[in-house]
């Protein structure tokens, strides 16, 4: 096994002094954000300068540097986005992680040969969704951080592409890139960078049902080795230089040594920072209870007697080799042995010295002075014809080329400009569309008012609806459970699919539906738009973040959802069980009611393979727009998306009639 691939060590780093404390520990990549798209806004991150130089920095020591751009973006932020790329690709970075498929398709076509790992914020949970997302440019996948082991393997073995793994630090609740509670209840958006952490929160009773613990796989390095997982990710861009160089420095000699953690390293990581312990719940698919956690002050108290680390980056050794010879240029080769990389460079034809000729010891003095770069000199070997000189000034000038030429990226500093892109100009979605959670909630009104009618797969009934909701989440082990009952649903009198997911746009086309976008895509620009058309959506729901000019930018071929209680969270972990139980939660009538006294719906989502289920955490407050027609006919918005989860048949019939007489629905509800 000593030969085995060993996976790359990826490490975070909120801060230059985080960056130093990760590649002091032995990582062999870092991840930063600098001032703008990144989903970390709240750390101190990265100014120009400090990019250019950690870059630098991190290409001294072999180390990879990679950048979040892992927001999502508007159509009018997308000159702004590319400029910020540019500049990172000009400052070399290794490549960019991108959340955003509009984004991400203005990169491909502006910097073509810079690589793009796709964010887990991307939603990928099966090979499918990989495939999808390599389609669309990326060479890498950071898949969710809810696969079992299983699934992961799957992915290594049958995706084609590098797969990424989260396997220490803190868990989302919800899927990510599925979170929308900061988001649409506390104004502050997790997809751009600014989540509250209202999952950190206690509810009205004072719990915490929905606060994970940290997840730490420390002790399942041997399989990630074994399955040729290519890069293992530490979370904690917003955590201390500290805390970064002690788990870091844990999980590289685990690395090296092939194994998984003893009990003690699991307490040292745990020093570090947890809530209440850790968890691999998800990991070992043994989901329940034991995952919850807070922030103790038994946790805080295991840091505090932590004695500071003192992370220091030993300099970089080389070898310099350096000529004079008369009549010939002054010659430097500089080899860097651990990157296998030497360069040579030549300066001014030597003087005849009148006075003072340079011998070795003098040309070597001058040579190593290395001082502010992180290099030292190993080895010095100078050749040189007596009565020689040359200035000082050129073999300081020849030592500054050398060092820039072994750090060099030799990338063109040409200017970018924003390419031209795919357009989904064109004519509006003017279909009414409405989901239901039950069969019963499609009354002869509804009927009649929407001519699409979805109901979760699971609770098709062709006697009302005519529509199906994929489930938004489909490991590769239900794929095949959910194909057959979309084909049985077909066979039924399905005609339409609402799609949350790139990964199974497939099922709906096998299955002969016509697939149609759902907001889950997190589609923010045009661009995210007219590539969902190109590849095979009749029409997208917009994300529910934007905005009504913003929606208007946007163009055609696209709807929003203009009624209902939004999904806020999409739960692998039961949290209905966590404020209610089982008979309440089997019931569709738990809640989760926040320190306000808000309550937000919890409705269970089967799973097509085994005897559990995930969760949907809907808003507690409806979006209403039925006093709002003219707003929504100036943005564009002819037809519109509803969604009914808890109303009864009664309540469905009275939103209906409000919206034909564009009446209002009360003050307790949320507005575009």
Same mark, same amino acid.
């Given at each position: 096994?000593?030969?085995?691939?060993?996976?790359?060590?990826?490490?975070?780093?909120?801060?230059?002094?985080?960056?130093?404390?990760?590649?002091?520990?032995?990582?062999?990549?870092?991840?930063?954000?600098?001032?703008?798209?990144?989903?970390?806004?709240?750390?101190?991150?990265?100014?120009?300068?400090?990019?250019?130089?950690?870059?630098?920095?991190?290409?001294?020591?072999?180390?990879?540097?990679?950048?979040?751009?892992?927001?999502?973006?508007?159509?009018?932020?997308?000159?702004?986005?590319?400029?910020?790329?540019?500049?990172?690709?000009?400052?070399?970075?290794?490549?960019?992680?991108?959340?955003?498929?509009?984004?991400?398709?203005?990169?491909?076509?502006?910097?073509?040969?810079?690589?793009?790992?796709?964010?887990?914020?991307?939603?990928?949970?099966?090979?499918?969704?990989?495939?999808?997302?390599?389609?669309?440019?990326?060479?890498?996948?950071?898949?969710?951080?809810?696969?079992?082991?299983?699934?992961?393997?799957?992915?290594?073995?049958?995706?084609?592409?590098?797969?990424?793994?989260?396997?220490?630090?803190?868990?989302?609740?919800?899927?990510?890139?599925?979170?929308?509670?900061?988001?649409?209840?506390?104004?502050?958006?997790?997809?751009?960078?600014?989540?509250?952490?209202?999952?950190?929160?206690?509810?009205?009773?004072?719990?915490?049902?929905?606060?994970?613990?940290?997840?730490?796989?420390?002790?399942?390095?041997?399989?990630?080795?074994?399955?040729?997982?290519?890069?293992?990710?530490?979370?904690?861009?917003?955590?201390?230089?500290?805390?970064?160089?002690?788990?870091?420095?844990?999980?590289?000699?685990?690395?090296?040594?092939?194994?998984?953690?003893?009990?003690?390293?699991?307490?040292?990581?745990?020093?570090?920072?947890?809530?209440?312990?850790?968890?691999?719940?998800?990991?070992?698919?043994?989901?329940?209870?034991?995952?919850?956690?807070?922030?103790?002050?038994?946790?805080?108290?295991?840091?505090?007697?932590?004695?500071?680390?003192?992370?220091?980056?030993?300099?970089?050794?080389?070898?310099?080799?350096?000529?004079?010879?008369?009549?010939?240029?002054?010659?430097?080769?500089?080899?860097?042995?651990?990157?296998?990389?030497?360069?040579?460079?030549?300066?001014?034809?030597?003087?005849?010295?009148?006075?003072?000729?340079?011998?070795?010891?003098?040309?070597?003095?001058?040579?190593?002075?290395?001082?502010?770069?992180?290099?030292?000199?190993?080895?010095?070997?100078?050749?040189?014809?007596?009565?020689?000189?040359?200035?000082?000034? +050129? /073999? #300081?000038?020849?030592?500054?080329? $050398? %060092? &820039?030429?072994?750090? *060099? !990226?030799?990338? @063109? =500093?040409?200017?970018?400009?924003?390419?031209?892109?795919?357009?989904?100009?064109?004519?509006?979605?003017?279909?009414?569309?409405?989901?239901?959670?039950?069969?019963?909630?499609?009354?002869?009104?509804?009927?009649?008012?929407?001519?699409?009618?979805?109901?979760?797969?699971?609770?098709?009934?062709?006697?009302?609806?005519?529509?199906?909701?994929?489930?938004?989440?489909?490991?590769?082990?239900?794929?095949?459970?959910?194909?057959?009952?979309?084909?049985?649903?077909?066979?039924?009198?399905?005609?339409?699919?609402?799609?949350?997911?790139?990964?199974?746009?497939?099922?709906?086309?096998?299955?002969?539906?016509?697939?149609?976008?759902?907001? +889950? /895509? #997190?589609?923010?620009?045009?661009? $995210? %738009? &007219?590539?969902?058309? *190109? !590849?095979?959506? @009749? =029409?997208?729901?917009?994300?529910?973040?934007?905005?009504?000019?913003?929606?208007?930018?946007?163009?055609?071929?696209?709807?929003?959802?203009?009624?209902?209680?939004?999904?806020?969270?999409?739960?692998?972990?039961?949290?209905?069980?966590?404020?209610?139980?089982?008979?309440?939660?089997?019931?569709?009538?738990?809640?989760?009611?926040?320190?306000?006294?808000?309550?937000?719906?919890?409705?269970?989502?089967?799973?097509?393979?085994?005897?559990?289920?995930?969760?949907?955490?809907?808003?507690?407050?409806?979006?209403?727009?039925?006093?709002?027609?003219?707003?929504?006919?100036?943005?564009?918005?002819?037809?519109?998306?509803?969604?009914?989860?808890?109303?009864?048949?009664?309540?469905?019939? $009275?939103?209906?009639?409000?919206?034909?007489?564009?009446?209002?629905?009360?003050?307790?509800?949320?507005?575009?």
């Amino acid at each position: 096994m000593a030969d085995t691939f060993l996976p790359e060590l990826l490490a975070p780093a909120g801060s230059p002094a985080a960056l130093r404390a990760a590649i002091a520990a032995g990582a062999d990549a870092v991840y930063f954000g600098g001032g703008s798209f990144n989903a970390r806004m709240r750390a101190q991150n990265f100014t120009d300068e400090d990019v250019a130089e950690s870059i630098r920095l991190c290409h001294a020591h072999g180390v990879k540097a990679y950048m979040t751009f892992n927001t999502l973006v508007t159509d009018r932020e997308l000159p702004a986005f590319l400029e910020a790329a540019h500049k990172a690709y000009l400052a070399g970075v290794d490549a960019l992680i991108v959340a955003d498929l509009g984004a991400a398709e203005v990169l491909r076509l502006a910097l073509p040969d810079l690589p793009l790992h796709a964010s887990t914020q991307c939603s990928a949970h099966s090979v499918d969704g990989a495939l999808a997302l390599v389609e669309r440019g990326f060479c890498r996948v950071v898949p969710a951080r809810e696969l079992p082991r299983e699934e992961i393997a799957r992915l290594v073995a049958e995706s084609g592409t590098e797969i990424e793994v989260f396997i220490h630090g803190a868990l989302c609740v919800s899927h990510s890139g599925q979170c929308l509670f900061s988001s649409l209840v506390g104004g502050r958006s997790g997809n751009r960078g600014a989540c509250a952490q209202p999952c950190r929160l206690p509810d009205g009773n004072g719990a915490f049902p929905l606060s994970l613990k940290d997840l730490c796989l420390a002790r399942e390095i041997p399989f990630f080795i074994e399955a040729g997982v290519h890069s293992l990710k530490i979370e904690g861009r917003l955590k201390s230089p500290d805390y970064v160089y002690r788990v870091v420095s844990v999980y590289r000699k685990l690395l090296d040594e092939r194994r998984g953690a003893t009990d003690r390293e699991m307490a040292e990581l745990a020093a570090a920072f947890s809530r209440s312990g850790f968890t691999d719940g998800y990991f070992k698919n043994s989901i329940g209870h034991h995952m919850m956690g807070v922030r103790s002050e038994s946790d805080k108290q295991k840091a505090r007697v932590q004695p500071p680390a003192e992370p220091t980056i030993p300099p970089v050794p080389l070898h310099i080799f350096f000529e004079m010879y008369a009549e010939k240029p002054i010659r430097l080769t500089v080899f860097d042995a651990k990157q296998q990389k030497n360069v040579t460079v030549t300066g001014d034809i030597p003087l005849t010295a009148q006075s003072a000729p340079m011998d070795a010891e003098s040309v070597k003095k001058n040579l190593c002075r290395f001082g502010g770069t992180p290099y030292t000199a190993a080895e010095v070997t100078v050749s040189l014809d007596a009565g020689l000189m040359v200035p000082v000034s +050129r /073999l #300081n000038a020849l030592r500054r080329a $050398a %060092l &820039a030429a072994l750090t *060099e !990226q030799k990338r @063109a =500093d040409t200017p970018v400009a924003m390419p031209t892109l795919p357009t989904a100009q064109g004519a509006r979605v003017t279909e009414r569309s409405a989901r239901f959670e039950i069969p019963a909630q499609i009354t002869s009104a509804a009927m009649a008012y929407f001519p699409i009618r979805y109901l979760p797969l699971h609770a098709f009934d062709e006697k009302v609806a005519n529509g199906v909701v994929i489930p938004p989440v489909i490991f590769g082990n239900e794929a095949d459970g959910v194909l057959k009952s979309l084909q049985k649903a077909r066979e039924r009198g399905a005609k339409h699919a609402l799609v949350g997911n790139v990964g199974h746009l497939a099922l709906a086309v096998a299955a002969g539906l016509t697939p149609h976008g759902d907001f +889950r /895509l #997190n589609i923010f620009n045009e661009v $995210a %738009l &007219a590539k969902a058309l *190109e !590849q095979g959506f @009749a =029409d997208v729901l917009l994300s529910p973040e934007l905005s009504l000019p913003q929606i208007r930018d946007i163009g055609g071929h696209c709807d929003a959802i203009i009624y209902g209680r939004i999904p806020l969270m999409l739960l692998e972990k039961c949290a209905g069980k966590e404020v209610g139980n089982c008979d309440l939660c089997a019931a569709g009538k738990n809640q989760l009611t926040d320190r306000r006294g808000e309550k937000f719906p919890i409705v269970r989502l089967p799973v097509p393979e085994g005897n559990r289920h995930r969760n949907i955490l809907y808003n507690s407050r409806p979006t209403a727009m039925s006093d709002r027609r003219r707003d929504l006919l100036g943005a564009g918005v002819t037809a519109g998306h509803y969604i009914f989860t808890v109303e009864s048949p009664a309540r469905v019939d $009275a939103v209906i009639d409000a919206y034909r007489k564009g009446a209002s629905l009360g003050d307790k509800v949320r507005r575009i």
